[in-house]
């Protein structure tokens, strides 16, 4: 099963989710001194520690007269993901309890 075809959490705190297309992370390069470029290699996967693409997908959660959105990052590698709300700046790595017919919800504890 490759990266994009695993499962993404149905709701998010209750509230359904309706997620796009994954896209691939956009391609870095450095810039030398001397005005030559060089491809950087992919990030280090924050979950197990290979350096891997990543793919990228948004998340529009429905909730009436309140956009809300979710940016999900997955390592190809993997698969473990990593979610980010960009208007808050919150992040939250998920587990396999995310992805269960309840979605995900922020623990209490």
Do not use: K
């Amino acid at each position: 099963m490759n990266a994009t075809a695993r499962r993404l959490p149905v709701a998010w705190d209750g509230h359904p989710v309706e997620w796009g297309e994954f896209t691939a992370d956009p391609f870095m390069c450095q810039v030398n001194m001397d005005g030559t470029s060089e491809p950087l290699p992919p990030d280090m996967c924050w979950h197990c520690g290979v350096r891997a693409e990543h793919v990228t997908t948004e998340g529009r959660v429905v909730i009436p007269n309140w956009p809300y959105r979710l940016v999900l990052r997955r390592c190809t590698r993997c698969g473990h993901d990593r979610v980010r709300n960009p208007l808050t700046e919150q992040e939250w790595e998920l587990d396999e309890s995310d992805y269960g017919p309840s979605g995900s919800w922020e623990d209490a504890s």
